[in-house]
């Protein structure tokens, strides 16, 4: 049975977190009371107090109901099984990721095993975990009775029976498909037939976790990410056999401490890794071209478009050797997907040992953990009475002539008195407008109109723009100090491919079912540190604007990886946000 609260006494006496309102069809009040007049907001996204009567001065039991699952199947569910919703939790693994979770769920009030395999391992890892908890008392945030209480709740295991009586235990061990399947089997066999299993895979899927075990249904992927008490998202991956109880049970799990639960589709990378390719795959494709440097790219993504950090100095953080098998691994599972294709630069890097900041060398160099500064070479001076023509139909046409004015030129109208004729497209090469325009590619220099000209400029040359060209839009565009990229001829710049790709990317997980809209958005956000959730940012671009890149860049390619979503092609065709759900699935 559901657990009962006990509610307020008198409607003065409730409090301030409850609210009177009217019941709506989702909720599921007691059957002898028409209406429910207090929901008290926990902390579970997927859980509410109904506080239900009939009106006068006392309102009966607050009962907790879960939103997805059945009366029948909550009375196994293991967030019901304990008094205030304390659960015994066990965590198989005690290296950086276990060590994280036994702190994050020790933090959050409940009891904490933590088995491993080495000897002494899991003693080390509680004691790390506790220690980083002490520090909240050092720093006045937690009190030391507190840190006691949760001191008590925690406890390293010497064998894997002691974790019989855990209502969930989590796997976080080395990523071997047998070695996984082999501690799930001895789970099974020590833990009650209602406890949920959870892994922590990040590129495996539950499925064939599952497929080693009696009871499937209660089996999952629960994956965290590094470090798991800051990063503050969870995935929760249900597999084709999981019951909904055990999704459940483990996204009110992830919420009561504090995260967020993302619920998805067992599907290569998941959620967050497989949203994350587009800034990889075409950060690595633009170097393949010879359009920019990794320095280049990572400039304009970074400072121009609002990343943390770019594709490359991601890549070097992370360590090449375990992102090329990620990103080799989700290009098989996806039967070659051509949006999801590695690139032939990163093998030989991967054989030469070129890491990154783990081996002190890799797209940059480095001085322990420190990144040398790569060169950059300073823009030439200014020449006065530089006459400047712009593409009347460049959507930015105002604002970078008011940039050019302030540095001195004069704008002209007639291509045949200009010394330099600046063009903006949208997904297109300078080389593309310059012919179907007819002007002479000798003096195009192409400006990115997506990237905003007070955070950075990027332009890009034609084969044949001569060496003075360059130079003067150079100096005109770096006169106020704004920092310049100049790139060679490649369509759609470097800000418009990358995010036209994370857009499209975005689109298609939502189009195939693999996660909500909301639940993209947030991880994306949340676990990838972008600026925006990428169908939020796709809808402030414009999702026609999106559109346009994708088949420019198509058309000039022949790639099919720039093919759109249909996701994206209908809400554009319908003049609706990119984040406007399917309406059979609302």
Known sequence: ???????????????????????????????????????????????????????????KACVLSSTNASPSSRANDPMNSTNGNTLTLGVVGAGAMGRGIVQLFAQAGHRVRCFDAASGAAAKAVEFALGMIGRGVEKGRLSAEDFNAIQGRVSACAQMADLADCDVVIEAIVEDIEVKRTVFRALEDVVSETAVLASNTSSLTVADIAAACRHPARVAGLHFFNPVPLMKVAEVIAALRTSPQTVDTLSRLVSGAGHRA?????????????AGRGLYTEGLRILEEQAASPADVDDVLRDGVGFRMGPFELLDLTGLDVSSKVMASI?????????????????????????????????????????????????????????AWIDPQAGGREALGALLSDAGAVLVDDTTQADILFVQPWGGDATGVAAALGLDASRVVAVDPMVPLDLRRTLMLTATTSASARDIAWALLAADGVPVTLINDSPGFIAQRVLATVVNIAAQIAQRGIASVADIEDAVQLGLGYPHGPLAWGDRIGGARILQILRTMQAETGDPRYRPSPWLVRRVALGVSLLTPEAARA
């Open 331 to 387: 290009y098989e599972q996806f039967q070659h997907e051509p949006r999801f294709r590695p690139s032939s630069l990163v093998a030989p890097r991967v054989a030469a040992g070129l890491f990154g900041r783990k081996t002190g060398e890799g797209w940059y160099a480095y001085d322990g953990d420190r990144k040398r500064a790569p060169q950059r070479l300073a823009p030439p001076p200014p020449v006065a009475g530089v006459r």
């Open 1 to 59: 049975m559901a657990r009962r609260l006990n509610a307020p006494s008198s409607w003065r006496a409730r409090p301030r977190a409850c609210r009177p309102r009217p019941c709506t069809p989702r909720d599921r009040c007691c059957a002898r009371a028409p209406t429910c007049r207090w929901t008290l907001r926990s902390r579970w996204r997927t859980a509410s107090f109904y506080c239900c009567s009939t009106p006068p001065t006392k309102p």
């Open 262 to 274: 993302v619920v998805t589709a067992d599907q290569p990378g998941f959620l967050v890794n497989h």
